[in-house]
């Protein structure tokens, strides 16, 4: 059993949003996306997503996108992104996962859960002081984007796993590379591996990448790795 990653895969295959549009590399990602998916995972994996998933709207839309990434191999485990509209409450997440027979993909909202000998928790984040137009209902939601990285890493204290591995769709360094509120969680709680998103084209040449005061740090958005899910659990 091996854990992968990768996030941001905008998958539209129930909604009419081409990504090419955000640059040549993205033509027929989720062709190549699909292939290399199942050339690298293997059905007792598990591949842990970190937002993005789909670009529906709401629920009933994004039917075919989770479809879609049913039918790969491995156990998947998804976390909310800034443009997952879809993501509602947890009683209507797992009652659609379940009306729908997805058996192989479970939401993270708040809690944790165990893979092997890792914890696996996370939360969306969002912007930080810092970043560009960081205005006062960024604050809001970054104050409670903590909150909700707490309640999770709370859980995985819990489950008696040797270490743990954060999920954030956000980066939590700011667009000056300067750690904050949310690396201060991490450091806290034990974090050893921090996995994100979000950053894309040029934002991506920015990200803070490898070990820092003892969190390994990792983007994983899907253009960052080729579209090609990348394997994280290492030692």
């Keep these: ?57 709401y629920l009933p839309e994004a039917v075919a996108d989770f479809r879609w990434l049913e039918a790969l191999p491995g156990q998947k485990i998804l976390t909310k992104g800034n443009h ?32 092997g000998r890792w914890a696996i928790c996370g939360a969306r984040g969002w912007k930080s002081p810092g970043d560009d137009d960081f205005s006062a209902e960024d604050r809001k939601i970054f104050l409670r984007e903590q909150e909700r990285l707490r309640l999770s890493l709370r859980a995985a204290a819990g489950l008696g796993a040797d270490a743990t591995i954060a999920l954030l769709h956000f980066p939590p360094f700011n667009a000056q590379r300067e750690p904050g509120a949310y690396v201060d969680i991490l450091r806290e709680h034990g974090v050893r591996r921090c996995l994100y998103g979000h950053l894309h084209g040029r934002g991506r040449y920015a990200a803070i990448q490898g070990e820092r005061d003892g969190i390994d740090y990792r983007l994983v958005a899907a253009d960052n790795l080729h579209f090609t899910p990348v394997a994280v659990d290492m030692d």
């Design 1 to 57: 059993m091996a854990i992968y990653a990768i996030s941001d895969l905008h998958l539209a295959v129930g909604v009419d949003k081409p990504m090419d549009v955000f640059g040549p590399e993205w033509a027929d990602y989720m062709i190549r996306l699909k292939q290399n998916w199942e050339r690298v995972v293997g059905p007792d994996d598990t591949v842990l997503m970190p937002g993005d998933f789909s670009w529906a709207t």
């Design 84 to 115: 997952d509209y879809w993501w509602t409450t947890r009683s209507k997440l797992d009652a659609f996962l379940a009306a729908q027979g997805f058996s192989s993909i479970r939401i993270l909202h708040n809690d944790a859960v165990r893979v």
